[in-house]
């Protein structure tokens, strides 16, 4: 069994500090705590200097309307997204400054200057106009990491629909769960996507989900898989669905912006809650431009000439705000890559590095634990000197993941900052600025300045280690859970009046440095995704043979926590391997492979209080093979005695 320290025992002893050279200050976006100061003296006042380095339509008449927990940005304000993310660098200059670099995973590779994204965006802006789509109407993405998949984000914003893009990797169930509770009228998908050299049949899936949409009419088809062939036929159904190329070829490359309102809906992104059902976060317009512009250009150091590379996939808050939003509305170069890290080798990224120069890395802690164990021979073959900064998010960062970060890709040169959000917060709120502080491995450091976060425990008192909230509004934050408010005030502002609850764990220690633990709620995060324990329990109990099962998240040395479920079969059933397998495939089947569960336990029992809650903590002990917690308040603590011994033969 394994017996790591985990991640708290490591940071509790964690004490080096390490800082940017004088030589990236002296260049630096931020190169003081000025603008703290600046923050703190009138918090609003910091972000509307940073709104009005944006192009406005109208200009606001009031920063902020706050009835807690219901805030508005920028009210009276008139803004177009894609207005900021394209139109107004041609006026700025950047008329043949290269805005997007894709590489394909079979090494294709195309680039997109300003000029041509403004035309391919507004070509498929008139496309979906002409298709019916309006402004306000909800628009479903389910693409691969390919250009069409910003550029088909950036149309909606030009039109004025709301999109919501949803993972290539989830199932047909999964986007149709989320497309019904839209009522979107439109879905833009492709043939499909490659990964590891196979091809995800994404328009298979997405004919599947549209048996149970009622409310698409329009379905538009990238052909990324090469004219369909009979395996992935992408049957066009007539009238319905309309191929990507053919709609733009006719179209008009001059689409003017539909002028919004700062408040008006920018996208709906969907993300996993404490129960079984996905949560629909709600963006807003001017809000959330104005701070991922702000977080994108301070915590990234971004200068003119970087080429900025985010591993993650747009089907994530991440690539929403750090691949789309944020990069391109600050005039950046954007590298965008559709395929696996391992694939045709485990050098895949740093060739890619090399090749395109890149400057700025972000990705996740998982990531940087596997390129670990590959080994940094991998990353030598490679010359990785056009590298300035790193980034990680997601998910906390053990010390040692961290220092090989620092030693191995960063060559010691590169500052790194740990960025703390979430989906609700829609851009990054803790981070360090690189050339303002210190660093420390595992440690996020302070909130971005006109961010007030705090440490409180359940009673709304400050500590040195408790619960994160965040005091005031912010910008970007979620502005509601599409169509639930009810459910928006229960999650997030029920534990403390008017203050918001993340769901995190964090400490601060004696020279300011916050360190976030990770979740408190049934959330689990494997590989730096967020899945419910809900959501898998549901799926597990939707298997014929499954009459109870109960989800908790084990320590995993690279995705940071694996799925460990519990299941209690129906009479008749009988355990075996096979059965277990299928019943792993069948959460897959239900929600997409990341829900997989790692390891499935068959056994006659679940530890339960006597009121009959399952004690996942208790499951978690037993997973984890630690001693077991306290089991007082169960119902039959031979329960879990039993599963204990049964967990540790089958392990074995
Ligand atoms: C976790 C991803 C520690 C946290 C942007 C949060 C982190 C959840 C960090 C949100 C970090 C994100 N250090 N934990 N730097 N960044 N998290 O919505 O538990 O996919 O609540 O957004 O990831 O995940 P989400």
Known sequence: ????????????????????????????????????????????????SWAETLKWNEKWHT???????????????????????????????????????????????????????????????????SLGVKKGDRVAIYLPM???????????????????????????????????DLRATCLITADGGYRRGGVVPLKINADKALESCVTIEKVVVVARAGQPTKEFSAEMQNGRDHWYHELIRGAESNCSPEVMDSEDLLFVLYTSGTTGKPKGIVHTTGGYL?????????????????????????????????????PLANGATVLMYEGAPDWPDKGRFWEICQKYNVSIFYTAPTAIRAFMKWGKEWVQKY?????????????????????????????????????????????????TLPAVSQTRPGSAGEAFPGICTTLLDEDGESVKAGFLAITEPWPSMLRTIYGDDERYEDTYWSKWNGIYFPGDGAKIDE??????????????????????????????????????????????????????????????????DELVMDIRNHVAEKIGAIARPDSIVITADLPKTRSGKIMRRLLKDVAEGKALGDTTTLADPSVVQGLKKQYLSEQQ
Not at 17 to 40: C, H, L, N, T
Not at 295 to 305: A, N, P, W
């Open 290 to 326: 104005t701070q991922v512009v702000a977080t994108t250009k301070c915590v990234f150091d971004l200068q003119e000439d970087d080429v900025y590379w985010c591993t993650a996939d747009v089907g994530w808050i991440t690539g929403h705000s750090y691949i789309v939003y944020g």
């Open 146 to 180: 390919i250009p069409e998949a910003a550029i088909a984000m950036l149309a909606c914003a030009r039109i004025g629909a709301v999109h919501s893009v949803v993972f290539g990797g989830f199932s047909p169930q999964s986007l149709a769960d989320r497309i019904n």
């Open 383 to 431: 010359d990785l000197s056009s590298l300035r900064l790193l980034g990680t998010v997601g998910e906390p960062i053990n010390p040692e993941a961290w220092v090989w970060y620092h030693e191995v890709i960063g060559e010691e040169r590169c500052p790194i900052v740990d960025t703390w959000w979430q989906t609700e917060t829609g851009a990054i709120m803790i981070s």
């Open 1 to 48: 069994m394994n017996a790591k320290p985990n991640n708290l025992d490591a940071l509790l002893d964690e004490k080096r500090q390490f800082g940017a050279s004088a030589e990236f200050r002296k260049k630096a976006v931020v190169r003081d705590r000025g603008i703290y100061d600046k923050a703190k003296d009138d918090r609003l006042n910091f972000w509307e």
């Open 63 to 129: 920063v902020l309307e706050w009835t807690p927990p219901y805030a508005k940005w920028f009210l009276g304000g008139r803004i177009n997204v894609s207005e900021n993310c394209l139109d107004r660098h041609l006026d700025e200059g950047r008329c043949d400054k290269t805005a997007l670099i894709w590489e394909g995973e079979n090494g294709e590779s195309r680039h997109y200057s300003y000029q041509d994204l403004l035309e391919e965006v507004s070509r498929l802006a008139n496309s979906l106009k």
């Open 511 to 576: 020279d300011g440095f916050l360190s976030i633990l990770g979740r408190v709620d049934d959330v689990l995060n494997t590989a730096g995704h967020r899945i419910g324990t809900m959501e898998v329990e549901s799926a597990l109990v939707d298997h014929p043979s499954v009459a109870e099962a109960a989800v908790v998240g084990k320590f995993h040395e690279v995705k940071g926590e694996a799925i460990a479920a519990f299941v209690i079969l129906k009479e008749k059933w009988d355990a075996s």
